[in-house]
């Protein structure tokens, strides 16, 4: 009994050093093993699906956002809707040594993935590496969480697949020939334009890295609403981000 007091004293007064709310409960894994539940304030009640940790540790709760302070790339977007109708401002697209403007007579910006608020969170997922690593897809409200993580510090990266395809107007010759290697005159009257289209795939990266700081006995938590945007090639080819997008 006296041990008994004793346990519930040190766990009054770790919800007090925290700032969290705490609930002690039996892990079916290790029968012999007490956990702690952590809820932490800023982000309200997690309920079951909140972080645990076991004494001498700590753990992280999570949420990717797109409804306020929205930025990708350092531009601002309302939320993913707006994202979704201006991606094409993140991109810089080049067609036969010029740069197009989206829209009439530049290019067209099809999004195969769509970015919309309904399916924003849907495809991201979370790698945290440091002491330990840990790894999974985030829910579909938005949240992640990863439990008993030794303290330290870890780097955190989110990340989600988005595909898209670009298209824009091309002309060539009868031949052949792209309409800026038509000079006209009499060696080349007889050459006719036609005009096609040539569309590309692109693959996207849309990603946020941040540390996290774990300390013992206390759960972080993370809002993540800042994400850059790294570009590849067609068919979502591993390489270098591209400033400049050929088509």
């Avoid at 997690?46 to 753990?59: I, K, N, P, V």
Wanted: proline residues 2%.
């Amino acid at each position: 009994m006296k041990l008994a007091r004793l346990l519930v004293a040190n766990l009054a007064w770790l919800s007090f050093v925290t700032g969290c709310s705490v609930d002690v409960t039996k892990d079916e894994t290790y029968p012999n093993r007490r956990m702690v539940s952590g809820f932490d304030d800023r982000a309200g009640a997690f309920g079951s699906q909140g972080c645990r940790f076991a004494l001498g540790l700590g753990c992280l709760n999570g949420h990717v956002s797109a409804m306020q302070g929205f930025l990708v790339d350092g531009h601002e977007f309302f939320n993913a809707d707006d994202l979704h109708t201006r991606l094409g401002e993140l991109l810089e697209v080049e067609s036969q040594g010029q740069i197009l403007a989206q829209g009439a007579n530049g290019y067209d910006l099809n999004l195969i993935t769509p970015l919309d608020n309904n399916s924003f969170v849907s495809g991201f997922r979370y790698d945290l590496s440091g002491q330990i690593a840990r790894s999974g897809d985030v829910r579909a409200d938005g949240q992640f969480s990863a439990d008993d993580l030794p303290a330290g510090d870890y780097q955190l990266r989110l990340q989600r697949a988005v595909r898209f395809i670009l298209t824009s107007p091309l002309t060539k010759s009868n031949d052949g020939r792209d309409d800026k290697d038509y000079k006209g005159g009499k060696d080349n009257t007889s050459l006719t334009l036609v005009s096609t289209e040539a569309a590309k795939l692109f693959c996207a990266t849309l990603y946020a890295d941040n540390t996290v700081t774990i300390r013992e006995h206390q759960t972080a938590w993370i809002d993540l609403s800042k994400f850059r945007l790294h570009v590849t090639s067609a068919e979502c080819a591993r390489g270098e981000s591209q400033s400049r997008l050929h088509i």
